[in-house]
Nanobody
Framework: QVQLVESGGGLVQPGGSLRFSCSAS????????MGWYRQAPGKQRELVAD???????NFVDSVKGRFTISRDNAQNTVYLQMNSLHPEDTAVYYC?????WGGGPVDYWGQGTQVTVSS
């Protein structure tokens, strides 16, 4: 059974930093792209950043230059470093991967972690 377990998050002042980690189990981690999504109150869930198996990264425009995503295949872990946080970064953040099984693709999500950026 594939499981994604997040840690990190919390309350931070504007301009501050936070770091998330997401540990995967039940699958061969290095074979799959990993991503971080977020959902703010009253808004749709959006992709924040993702990282391919080879390390190629992608970011939503609003976080470019502030957030970094990385992965450690030996530790089955993906990280999201968030710097220069803005109040509009406040959301629940989710780790994600999609695995192609015989019956088709299946999405897996972490438990969700709250980030609140406020003074």
């Amino acid at each position: 059974q594939v499981q994604l377990v997040e840690s990190g998050g919390g309350l931070v002042q504007p301009g501050g930093s936070l770091r998330f980690s997401c540990s995967a189990s039940g699958t061969i981690f290095r074979f799959y792209a990993m991503g971080w999504y977020r959902q703010a109150p009253g808004k749709q869930r959006e992709l924040v950043a993702d990282i391919a198996t080879g390390g190629l990264t992608n970011f939503v425009d609003s976080v470019k230059g502030r957030f970094t995503i990385s992965r450690d295949n030996a530790q089955n872990t993906v990280y999201l470093q968030m710097n220069s946080l803005h109040p509009e970064d406040t959301a629940v953040y989710y780790c994600h991967t999609q695995i192609m099984w015989g019956g088709g693709p299946v999405d897996y999500w972490g438990q969700g972690t709250q980030v609140t950026v406020s003074s």
